[in-house]
Every structure is written in C-alpha cells, then in structure tokens.
C-alpha cells in the first residue's frame, strides 16, 4: 500500500514536469520503491549552508557517499564547494568554510546537474532531511524553472519513531546527529562537513536498518514514510 502510494506520486511528477531530465529522474526511482533496503542503492546526503532559512539562505557545498550492498563506497564519495552571492557571513563560525574558500568553487546550477547526474536511480539519505531537500529543490526549481519535489529517507525521523516505541524520552539534543550514532556505539566525528556529516549518517542508517529489522527485510517504501 505504502510503496504504490510513493510510486504513484513519482508516476505523477513525471507527467507533470517539463523537463527530460527530472522526468527520467523520477521514473528511475519508481522500481526502487519496493525492493529490499539492502538490495537499493542509496546515497547519503548533507548540505553546509550560510543559515538555516532556505527561502534566504543558500548552499555552500554538497557531499554524497553511495550506499551499495550495505555498504558505503568511500570511494565514490564526492563534495562540491558552491559559490554563493554576497559572501559566507557569519556561518563560517559553524562551518569553517571561508570566502577565499570558493574562488575556485562551481556555480549552483553546475552543482545541480552533477548533484542529479550523481544520484540518479538511487534513493536519498540525510539527517533531519527536510531542511536539506528543501535547499535542494529551491536551488533546482531556480534552476530548472518548475517546482522540484524530492523523496528522502530522513534517519532523525527513523531514530525518533524508533525511541518512542521503546517508550524512550525524548530529551533536547536527543534527535542530534552525533547523540543519535552515540546510541550505537559509532564514533565522534567532527561535524560540519558536509562529507563528514553524509558519512556520519550513512553509517547511522545502516546501524538503524540492522536495529529495526533485526534479521528482516525493510523495504524501501517503509523507510521513505517514516516521518
């Protein structure tokens, strides 16, 4: 019921968009939604912003780490760093990310096309995924000139369903990347990275996967509700 839910919503994103390229992105997607989660290829995300308000704020870098087989293939694992309009500001305090930083940096709609080109068929993977495909599809609806919708596995709302049916209080910070891999015995990674950060939370979902299935398939579509 839930995979033919998300797969007619991809169905209907594709009739609906003008462009080749977005169309074959969403019908790539529609025979993944059913497999095995450990059968699919996925891709973890995570985004460096200058602030948190996607309506005003604009993406400094993008990193990616596939997942095949269970497995994060660091040797695919790609960044971008992304030039932006007016200078990083402040946010440099969080990401350490400087303006002399970018001078050799892509523009937005280059990082678009590889960011489409690079996830292509593969379903995607952040923490507290909202406020990064958010960013994500304003950047490619300036880009491409019609509304963008994406679907991600967000492991913050898979952590969060998992603590409350362990009947688990929820304390502040509890959901936070680092407190979340804590909880499986994952190591401290420096945060604000966005490749760090992907790897950060590639590792989780896989730890997440094995949690909740404890030796049982999940489907893709299962983990894609999960809100």
């Not at 891709?43 to 460096?48: F, G, M, Q, T, V």
């Not at 940096?105 to 990064?132: N, R, Y």
């Not at 019609?146 to 991600?152: I, N, T």
């Not at 898979?158 to 909880?183: I, N």
Request: net charge negative.
């Amino acid at each position: 019921m839930i995979s033919q839910l998300l797969k007619s919503k991809l169905c209907w994103r594709a009739f609906r968009c003008r462009s080749e390229v977005m169309r074959l992105y969403h019908r790539g997607l529609m025979s993944v939604i059913a497999q095995d989660i450990s059968q699919t290829q996925l891709i973890a995300l995570d985004l460096e912003m200058t602030g948190l308000d996607p309506n005003h704020d604009q993406i400094l870098s993008i990193g990616l780490i596939p997942i095949e087989n269970n497995l994060l293939m660091l040797d695919k694992a790609e960044q971008k760093l992304i030039k932006v309009e007016g200078g990083v500001g402040q946010s440099a305090a969080i990401h350490g990310i400087l303006d002399n930083h970018l001078e050799d940096a892509i523009e937005i709609d280059q990082a678009i096309a590889w960011f489409v080109e690079k996830t292509q068929g593969k379903v995607l993977v952040a923490h507290h995924a909202p406020l990064d495909i958010t960013f994500l599809q304003n950047a490619m609806t300036n880009t491409m000139g019609e509304p963008v919708k994406l679907l991600a596995i967000d492991t913050l709302a898979v952590e969060r369903k998992r603590l409350l049916r362990k009947h688990d209080v929820l304390k502040e910070g509890s959901l936070r990347l680092g407190a979340c891999r804590t909880r499986y015995g994952l190591p401290v990674y420096a945060a604000h990275n966005a490749l760090v950060d992907a790897l950060a939370c590639g590792e989780l979902l896989l730890a997440q996967i094995a949690a909740i299935g404890q030796g049982e398939s999940l489907t893709v579509a299962e983990l894609l509700a999960i809100k």
